[in-house]
């Protein structure tokens, strides 16, 4: 075969695997209450699957709105985003299974050692203990999820969670790496996330790897061993969660039976849908 046409089919490849992409559109808009529209033309399809709509922010505009179109704004805003980091952990488990298989082969690659030494690093596990890291590396319910999000940030009216996507009320320590905000007239500080889905990631982060939810990360894994998560049951794993402790239980519990939350936990994204990305225009929104 000549250099002209191997080249001709390295350019063809090129552009079948450039086709096969897929192509994320960004849509910006000047007021979370844009989101209704958007969200009602978009997010749900066939009962149970979701569109890969991603809002990014919340904006204060949140505060102003009916009880009942907040509440289904909120839910819709993070249940996309919780869908798509779930699926980011379970990738990351397969992914697992490969280097375990190629360490027991002794046949890593440089760059799949330093991939293993930064997740026993990240969640803190014993070098070479891959029990531990399946341990820690699991899915949680969506209902769960939700329902924290909710308490946390006050369906999304928080001012941490419109100005920092601070959704989950994880504190950020002296020495700690990332941004940060801080609570009016106190010393607390709150980590802050440049997105929506940035925050859920770390939140479940926290939770699989703090030794105070290590009772809660038997019980999922129990629980999965039957493939079916309960999250009445895990919520009593969060006591440490809140200095409320057992009220805080029975907080997030009654979130999630008031709410009907639990049917989210059957939802998995579209991947049929265009990935879109909704930026809420801030600066825009507060001149207007």
Known sequence: M??????FYF?????????????????????????????SAMTYVDDSLVS??????????????DTEKRKTLFINSMLSNILAVNED????????????????????????????DELFTKYRCDSADFECLKSKINIFPP?????????????????????????????????AEGDYIEASGSDIKL?????????VESYCLNLNRHRAYRGLRQKRNEMLEKNKLDSFKLCEELQSYSELGE?????????????SLLEYDDFVLNKQTEITKVFINKEKSHSE
């Open 2 to 7: 000549g250099k002209g046409l191997k080249f």
């Open 11 to 39: 350019l063809l490849l090129i552009f079948i695997i450039s086709s096969c992409a897929k192509v994320e559109k960004t849509v910006n808009i000047n007021s979370y209450s844009s989101l209704d529209s958007l969200l």
């Open 52 to 65: 890969q709509l991603f809002v990014q922010n919340f904006d204060d505009s949140i505060r102003s709105m």
């Open 89 to 116: 952990i379970m990738t990351l488990r397969s992914e697992l299974d490969v280097l375990q298989s190629n360490f027991e082969k002794n046949a890593l690659s440089d760059s799949q050692n330093e991939r293993l």
């Open 143 to 175: 209902s769960l999820i939700l329902a924290q999000a909710i308490v946390e940030s006050g369906w999304g009216t928080s001012r941490f969670a419109i100005e920092a996507n601070s959704i989950f009320g994880e504190h950020f320590s002296n020495g």
């Open 191 to 199: 980590r802050s996330f440049p997105s929506i889905k940035a925050s």
């Open 247 to 259: 009220e805080y239980v029975e907080v997030l519990k009654g979130i999630i039976q008031s709410n």
